[in-house]
């Protein structure tokens, strides 16, 4: 399924945002649902947001909907998480996901591929 490329991440204070960028290479990238997990120290990895193939559709957990806003670029192989009004909890290791399946509302269940995660620090 090739490889995906995250960037974007770093140290915030709280009520500021970031915007995280994944980039993929191989496979068929307009074919597939893309999303967003994250990892706090200590924690399981939680969906945070998620995409379908079309770009049409979105999905939220209820901890950043109305915050967080991620988009998708076919053309360019690219889908992007930006966050807004981040608070300390928002604090974890990002990373992209590649579904198995063009619907973004499966995508918790049918994760083809991961990235290298990216750092997100929120400061109070």
């Known amino acids: 399924q090739g490889q995906l490329v995250e960037s974007g991440g770093g140290l915030v204070q709280a009520g500021g945002s970031l915007r995280l960028s994944c980039a993929a290479s191989?496979?068929?990238?307009?074919?597939?649902?893309m999303g967003w997990f994250r990892q706090a120290p200590g924690k399981v990895r939680e969906f945070v947001a998620s995409i379908n193939s079309s770009g049409r559709s979105t999905y939220y957990a209820d901890s950043v909907k109305g915050r967080f806003t991620i988009s998708r670029d076919n053309a360019k192989n690219t889908v992007d998480l930006q966050m807004n009004s981040l608070k300390p909890e928002d604090t974890a290791v990002y990373y992209c996901a590649r579904g198995l399946v063009p619907s973004g509302s499966r995508l918790k269940e049918f994760v083809g591929s991961w990235g290298q995660g990216t750092q997100v620090t929120v400061s109070s």
């Open positions: 191989g496979g068929t990238f307009s074919s597939y649902a």
